[in-house]
């Protein structure tokens, strides 16, 4: 990419058309729900890319590194867009060839000597899981400063894992820099400060889930909840944490996120142009984000999306996130292939806790099944009232790997979700005695139509 003087740059695009005229419309990933557009403006793009770049402390010297698909917005806005008005220069891998080898995103980061990099935390996760010693040869991560981590919920435990894993190649301590944005809000809402260890709190699980209340654990225990910092809002950005009434609530206390700013989108693309789409709901002209979090210190902290959030019997609040993190270690579990959602009780007190988890090919589902139960008591305080071991490739997915845990649900209550196990990969000798087969017949055809 062309280095381009930042000021040059926008005046030229301002010469050209106005600044709150729609530059794109972004679909969004459909994690929660259907796709729908959002329209950027100009200012909404220009205004976003220039605090974030300063929030990261870019300079001349910087390289970009990602896989990120270029439909979403953190590998548009963040690694087209955002170089390109900073002026520097980005490396861009195919995400097939990340999901298929992940040694060679680590690869491209030290051929190129890339210094900030970004994915979300399953791809983190993924790549600790995937990568293999004998991929790991003469790569060097020394130069890498920033690895955002953003799109979904980051884990701590994902975090200390990727560092301690590739530490060994010169990976920094305080690499991690936790992210959080939306496609409503252009690109970014809140960045934690690169170079420093991201703050995470133990919270008492007990007044969370009864009550909503972040409350610091004073004693360290397992059953303590972990809530990660995505720092506080970017400049020009203001944040609040609302109740179901639209009320503003104090520090500590849970609720929706809701957020103003030059960043926030201009309208939702119409109805009639994107049929069967929900809209995005505003208040007194702040966007409510349906992430359920809350703020202290001035720092953001995001628990889980709204509709995900599975209400167990007594009106307790359960935060599938985590339960999906501590089954996703567990050997045999593909990474990032684990669904956690709610199913209706026939009593009507609340929902039952269901989990849905891909086993890899060779493992055994019974071993797995055995081992969850306890794990969750211990970790998450519950325990699932049914589990679901299904197949490579059938927890329904976005794009850029996010689990669809509304979807999953929907196929779990309409009874497909065990149905959605696909068949193993013919291997090499029946692929080419078919393709064989198929060559004959071809030959026949032709022989028969020319004789």
Not at 17 to 30: L, M, N, R
Not at 74 to 102: E, H, K, Q, S, Y
Not at 180 to 209: A, D
Request: glycine share 10%.
């Amino acid at each position: 990419l062309h280095r381009v003087d930042r000021r040059q740059r926008q005046m030229c695009i301002r010469d050209s058309i106005e600044p709150t005229d729609v530059a794109y419309i972004q679909i969004t990933p459909g994690a929660t729900g259907p796709m729908r557009g959002v329209a950027l403006t100009h200012k909404n793009i220009l205004s976003n890319v220039d605090v974030v770049g300063r929030a990261l402390e870019l300079g001349a010297d910087d390289v970009g590194a990602a896989w990120l698909p270029l439909d979403n917005i953190m590998g548009l806005l963040g690694f087209v867009c955002l170089p390109c008005f900073w002026g520097i220069d980005t490396v861009l891998l195919d995400p097939r060839r990340f999901l298929d080898a992940p040694h060679e995103w680590l690869w491209a980061m030290s051929q190129h000597r890339a210094t900030i990099t970004a994915a979300p935390d399953f791809g983190y996760h993924y790549c600790v899981r995937r990568a293999r010693e004998t991929h790991l040869e003469h790569i060097d991560l020394s130069s890498l400063r920033v690895a955002m981590s953003g799109g979904e919920r980051a884990q701590p435990e994902h975090m200390e894992e990727f560092i301690l894993r590739f530490a060994p190649l010169g990976l920094s301590e305080d690499v991690f820099t936790p992210v959080y944005g939306l496609s409503e809000g252009t690109l970014g809402v809140s960045f934690s400060l690169p170079g420093v260890s991201p703050r995470v709190e133990r919270i008492q699980r007990t007044p969370l889930m009864n009550d909503g209340v972040a409350t610091p654990a004073l004693e360290r225990s397992e059953a303590d909840y972990e809530a990660l910092s995505v720092g506080p809002p970017l400049e020009g950005v203001e944040v609040r944490v609302l109740d179901p009434a639209g009320a503003e609530l104090a520090e500590r206390a849970l609720g929706e996120l809701a957020f103003r700013g030059p960043n926030a989108m201009a309208y939702d693309l119409p109805r009639e142009e994107l049929r069967d789409q929900s809209t995005t709901r505003r208040a007194n002209g702040w966007v409510l984000t349906g992430d359920v979090g809350y703020l202290a210190d001035g720092e953001i902290f995001v628990i889980e999306r709204a509709c995900d959030v599975i209400h167990l019997p007594g009106g307790r609040a359960f935060f599938p996130s985590e339960a999906e993190a501590c089954v996703g270690a567990i050997d045999g579990v593909r990474a990032g292939a684990v669904a956690f959602f709610g199913a209706p009780r026939a009593s009507g007190d609340g929902e039952d806790l269901i989990g849905a988890f891909e086993v890899q090919r060779g493992a055994s589902e019974e071993e797995i099944a055995r081992a969850i139960p306890a794990l969750l008591r211990t970790s998450c305080g519950v325990a699932p009232e049914r589990l679901v071991p299904v197949s490579p490739g059938s927890i329904p997915r976005t794009r850029d790997g996010k689990v669809r845990r509304r979807r999953a649900r929907e196929l779990y209550l309409q009874g497909r979700l065990e149905l959605t196990k696909r068949s193993h990969k013919p291997n090499s000798l029946g692929r080419l005695a078919r393709g064989a087969s198929m060559a004959i017949r071809v030959l026949r055809a032709r022989l028969n139509r020319d004789g």
